[in-house]
């Protein structure tokens, strides 16, 4: 589809009344696994794009942006993080900035999904490097099974880039209190840190997911739970992220400190996206997103379900409890 | 794209304000030739479909119909049809039709695109056979060039399976009383017959080009010129066809007549969509296309250009002469 | 919407996988009935189009043809049309068309929507004038309910111009075998005819509807019934009509008959789209479609539903008798 | 279009290669002045939205959060704003933010186009009280004419509430060095402050305008210039803003003391977005943006110009000079 090309758009909903759609250069591969369709096309706005079940997993125009928010504030905060723990993360990306940390000796990444993690590890140029190397376990299992079968205080930084917990969806279990409670928190060493992607963080979808799962993490982890937000352009939102400390003396870095574990510890030339500022802004939330926080009271449990409906229209319905 | 496959549209414009999308289940091959965009699409409404630059050239769902009228009225009309003339066809499908008639000594089809006839003649697989056909000579060069070239009184039918006369685009000469009346009416055998598809034929259509065609055919060729026309789905639209004597004396055939050549001279099971009865009904056009017929006054000459603009929304601007 | 308004268009299902829209200058009445949404818009491609539940109903550009062939052919073959049931219709159109036949002294038209014939009666030009004809008489109430409360033998022709026959759809019961043949065949008058729309005819979408309405019609009027057909561009198909004579004897018009009857029986210059020769290329129909017609075994009757799905994408379910 | 209305969208191109499309549920205006096409539509997505020329230009859903930004900020920090000039404006919701300040005695709003405050000093509930206060003065001209006949030192803040200046736009000339520094740094009191909207500020679009309008700006302004930014979902980015001190001295407020200027200077329960939080995140700005702003070095002049083309896919092409 070359020059025409422009007939070809791929089209997603982003709400029930409400969709966008952009042109697909080309269609690089495409598949099915047990659990999802995967899809991998090229298009003028994003470059290349990886689709899971038709919806924009990551772009080639902002994914190191949203896997920098995901990985580097919780390594960074962590004195010395060792051993790292990726529920989901199939694509690559995660373990790859993971990676990038001098401190790092062991990542386990488990994801359910082997036709999605052999597809990455062979076409995603940027991740190739990152699922050669030899800390780096990939394992395709259920993540929750292997976190638990897990000695308990054996990661120093636990990573959660899951799908959103929809209704039906095959995360919903790996965001609930039973979980952090029971696996995630006891699976971190002390001064542990846990960081799950926590959905739109928008002033007018931040009640969808994120809140909820701010309360449910705040619920469990005896230590502050931080969040913070960016816009990420190919998810058209603001999204949202909780980093939960186990310390509970444990605060925020300033910016300089953060600077400064930037220049020791990351191999490279330092971060694209994130510094000392950056971090600054990405925790100062707007005041409309700070109350919605405040006033949540749903905290995701296995009995009480605040199930989150659609695809990308997430809309939570009341607590059953 | 598999089960999310909805969500992957090929968008065609049908005129400025009016256009249509279908879905694409997957794209089963994408080239590019020195002439056009070659595309393999498979869809649900449509079966396979091939694009020439992004436009629907032919659907699985009813190609057989477009190349069924486009070939057996005139070599069914003709009273021993040895030698055709194809000028274009690269998809092979006319190829295919014609070598269904037993008389049928030696096809010559000329389509200037290479990259066209070779990948049709691997994964189109109604037409591979014809592709293989020892009559068949196929010639990858221009079908002007090519049937100047021939000697004169060649051929008993020749057959225009040509791109619409766009402005710009590189089939116009090709519809010229000049080109008529010097090339293709100089290369037929004495009783030969000339049929050219003629392009939109609705009420609302066929002032676009089908009735300028066919005041150009009848300006040239001794004979009867009898315009016909057929709803194709994937076209959007009646589609019309020019037939051209060169006979003065020959008349359309009863359908009677027509319904015991098929049976006579075609290989198989006789015809899918035409026969005597149809053959009535697709020549009996309505009032206001017979008027629109009789009332056009443009031909189409080398000098005078009655250029047709844009794609798929064919407005004929007023004659320069 | 001036100038920009290329941004606001109007998507119609044309089937699952498979839509089309068109650019919407203007929207000129929005508006619910107890039935159905009613809106007029505005459209480069169509001018003014009625829509009915976000279908389309009627187009400026279209309509006439389209109701030519519903009411002509039924009214020019019957010996002298004076009265005359039209069932739905609300648009006015029909009526106008009826009450062009000078043999025509009273037309009961009932439509169940009343917000639907105020609306037009006010603001489609075209027939404004047809509803303040004294002939006319207009009753908002079900067409059952009305044709089955009046004499029998009361009208020489009855015309149905209802919505296609849809699972839930209000107008399934008026193309069952029961309601055609106890009431319809009833009410005609000696010699009576009846015509009936009957959904897309092309050679793909025949089965939808279009073949078993003629199996239904052929089980119940003792004459011949006349499928034909005519593609109408804002229906994006071909359409079928089907015609059932009482009169055993009664045979389709010769074409020099049908121009006779229209140049004595017609006020004004004619028709604009139907004269004898049209006729014949109307009834003529193609070989696929025939074939169709003459396999189709599933009548519509009360308890053995042949249910139509969706919208525009009918496919008809097995019959479950 | 009541239950149907799924099927009437307003699209809007995002760029090249890439669209939006949300359901309209009503349209409940639509004109035309001399300059724009001026709609009001109803929509489930954004509620109630103003569309200049098909492009979006404020929601329901979103407005007074991009007001609160273009408006408080600079009147908060100004130790006492009597006098405020608005450049464009028409819509009211600037007018209506500033008004909320005890300290405004004077506000000049400047808007070409009366079809436009006519329209929303009517339609817009929320505005009406804005566009009825005696201390507004409304002017429908030229706002950079407006400007220039006003005394030097007449206003405390000017606030520039303009469309984006796209190439052949009307407003182009109101982003140049030449206008800030001999009409708007003129009109300004000691002390006084100017706020421009900046366009899309995010990591991908930053350097389509907001970079440049920020080195123009502080190619002028004696003081600091301040950028920050925010996501504005129904701009599908963030929005940039940049704020220029005329004092050389000034610097942004402390949190604390901007929530304390909020509390004693503003009418009715604070705001509803902007506090001091939220303040400190929205001029964090991210490192990637940091760096575009730094590496600037395109200024706007009358004469070098770096046009902004497209509508929505703003690219800057290479300076002229």
């Not at 089209?11 to 409400?18: N, T």
């Not at 003028?44 to 997993?57: A, C, E, H, I, R």
Request: hydrophobic fraction near 40%; aromatic fraction near 10%.
């Amino acid at each position: 589809m070359a020059a025409h090309a422009k007939r070809l758009w791929l089209e997603e909903d982003l709400g029930d009344d409400y969709r966008w759609s952009y042109r697909v250069s080309a269609v690089l591969f495409s598949g099915r696994s047990d659990y999802q369709d995967v899809d991998l096309v090229d298009t003028p706005t994003w470059g290349k794009v990886l689709l899971l079940d038709g919806k924009m997993q990551s772009t080639e125009a902002d994914e190191e942006v949203y896997h920098e928010l995901l990985v580097h504030p919780p390594l960074l905060h962590h004195p010395c993080p060792k051993r790292v723990f990726i529920m989901g993360g199939g694509e690559g990306a995660t373990a790859r900035e993971v990676l990038r940390h001098r401190e790092v000796e062991q990542v386990v990444m488990v994801d359910i999904d082997k036709v999605v993690t052999d597809f990455c590890s062979k076409h995603l140029t940027r991740n190739i490097a990152a699922f050669r190397d030899p800390r780096l376990q990939l394992i395709n299992d259920d993540a929750r099974a292997q976190l638990q079968a897990a000695d308990d205080g054996s990661f120093d930084v636990i990573i959660g880039d899951l799908a959103d917990p929809l209704d039906g969806g095959p995360c919903y279990q790996l965001y609930t209190q039973e979980f952090y409670r029971d696996v995630v928190l006891a699976k971190l060493a002390p001064g542990g840190i846990f960081i799950t992607q926590s959905g739109p963080a928008g002033f007018l979808s931040c009640q969808e997911v994120f809140t909820s799962i701010h309360a449910t993490t705040c619920s469990v982890f005896p230590g502050t739970v931080i969040p913070y937000a960016q816009h990420i352009p190919s998810f058209c939102d603001v999204w949202g992220f909780n980093m939960a400390f186990t310390d509970p003396h444990q605060v925020p870095l300033s910016p300089e400190e953060l600077d400064s574990r930037i220049a020791s510890r990351i191999h490279g030339d330092g971060l694209h996206f994130v510094d000392g500022s950056t971090w600054v802004g990405l925790r100062h939330l707007n005041k409309v997103v700070r109350k919605a926080l405040q006033e949540e009271s749903a905290v995701y449990t296995a009995t009480s379900a605040r199930f989150i409906h659609g695809t990308g229209n997430m809309k939570a319905a009341a607590p059953q409890t």
